[in-house]
T-cell receptor, first 111, second 115 residues
């Protein structure tokens, strides 16, 4: 499954499929980006980050892609599991360690 | 990563009253921040809590409404003053150790309902 556009609020994906969550950021001067996962009743949890001098970074089952030309960030989750159901936020570093968060995408994994 | 504890985890308050939220970190941190997350929405930065000096507020947030304290490198409080139903939100404490990467960590949040 894939979310498209500036901020599609929900993404439904079949268990075992790959998920792609998209995010458009606003500040061309941003040099650091983070993806967070927020489960119900909890604070955001760090997933993966990427600096502006990179265009791809991989973690465990997750990959972040950065396209600075169009100011676009994506998070790919491989073999999506029920535990991946959550709201996912991208965040950009604006200055002095402050983060600006995107609208968020709710991911629901179908069994 | 450090353990970030917020108290209370949730509260229901009467309009016109004030609530103070505490954030305790189990190790010293450089930066502490307070965010607001309105129902079904993203996070908005309220202010940076500065140790030993007044907090730095973002546009749209003022000290009279959201006074913040940070007496040391492991603790901060946020007060939501003279509450109205519009203040019903999740309030989140975030910390950063500084250095090269801004990998901010969050507490579990305080879910506030104003009636």
């Amino acid at each position: 499954g894939e979310s498209v556009g500036l901020h599609l609020p929900t993404l439904s994906v079949q268990e075992g499929d790959n998920s792609i969550i998209n995010c458009a950021y606003s500040n061309s001067a941003s040099d650091y980006f983070i993806w967070y996962k927020q489960e119900s009743g909890k604070g955001p949890q760090f997933i993966i980050d990427i600096r502006s001098n990179m265009d791809k970074r991989q973690g465990q089952r997750v990959t972040v892609l950065l396209n600075k030309t169009v100011k676009h960030l994506s998070l790919q989750i491989a073999a999506t599991q029920p535990g991946d159901s959550a709201v996912y936020f991208c965040a950009e570093n604006i200055n002095d360690y402050k983060l600006s968060f995107g609208a968020g995408t709710t991911v629901t994994v179908r069994a | 990563s450090a353990v970030i504890s917020q108290k209370p985890s949730r509260d229901i308050c009467q309009r016109g009253t004030s609530l103070t939220i505490q954030c305790q970190v189990d190790s010293q941190v450089t930066m502490m921040f307070w965010y607001r997350q309105q129902p079904g929405q993203s996070l908005t930065l309220i202010a940076t809590a500065n140790q030993g000096s007044e907090a730095t507020y973002e546009s749209g947030f003022v000290i009279d409404k959201f006074p913040i304290s940070r007496p040391n490198l492991t603790f901060s409080t946020l007060t939501v003053s003279n509450m109205s139903p519009e203040d019903s939100s999740i309030y989140l404490c975030s910390v950063d150790w500084g250095g090269g990467d801004t990998e901010a960590f969050f507490g579990q949040g305080t879910r506030l309902t104003v009636v």
